[in-house]
């Protein structure tokens, strides 16, 4: 199979955030900047019973061919040692995707303050859905909502 042709469109950058909430009470922001991916963002209408809105969604691929970190579930990755954890990378819902270089996040504070009104094209995972071919996995899709925040302009 020729995975270059396959994911021609990958030719994008992100950088990923996971957050590791260790029993003891250590956190860790385990955060990488993936290049070749595909990340793309659309607006969606979500249609209840009694309501109907317009939401902006986003779909990443990420491709599991390249020399790239390789993904592995959220569990095993968290239970990895920091140096296993070199060779992979995980998202799960709740884990954050910034377009391009995101910003060093290392501390609670840091996480907490990585919020679309601080962050341009800042997106939360909603659903992880893992695509085989052959039996082995080619590559991950993402997919959740892109948040929009209103910015004020604090110099007046």
Not at 49 to 69: A, D, K, W
Not at 91 to 116: C, H, I, M, S, Y
Request: aromatic share 12%.
């Amino acid at each position: 199979m020729n995975w270059n042709a396959m994911y021609q469109l990958c030719n994008q950058t992100v950088t990923i955030y996971h957050a590791i909430y260790f029993p003891d009470g250590r956190f860790v922001c385990e955060q990488r900047q993936m290049k070749q991916v595909y990340f793309d963002c659309a607006k969606r209408r979500q249609v209840d019973v009694s309501t109907s809105r317009q939401e902006q969604g986003f779909f990443l691929v990420i491709p599991n061919y390249t020399s790239m970190p390789k993904w592995k579930d959220g569990i095993a990755f968290d239970e990895m040692s920091p140096e296993e954890r070199q060779s992979f990378y995980t998202l799960q819902p709740g884990d954050k995707v910034v377009l391009g270089n995101g910003p060093a996040v290392q501390t609670r504070q840091e996480w907490a303050a990585l919020t679309p009104e601080k962050i341009d094209n800042l997106v939360t995972v909603k659903c992880v859905d893992v695509k085989y071919f052959n039996q082995q996995i080619c590559h991950v899709e993402f997919e959740g909502m892109r948040s929009y925040a209103p910015r004020i302009n604090r110099s007046r």
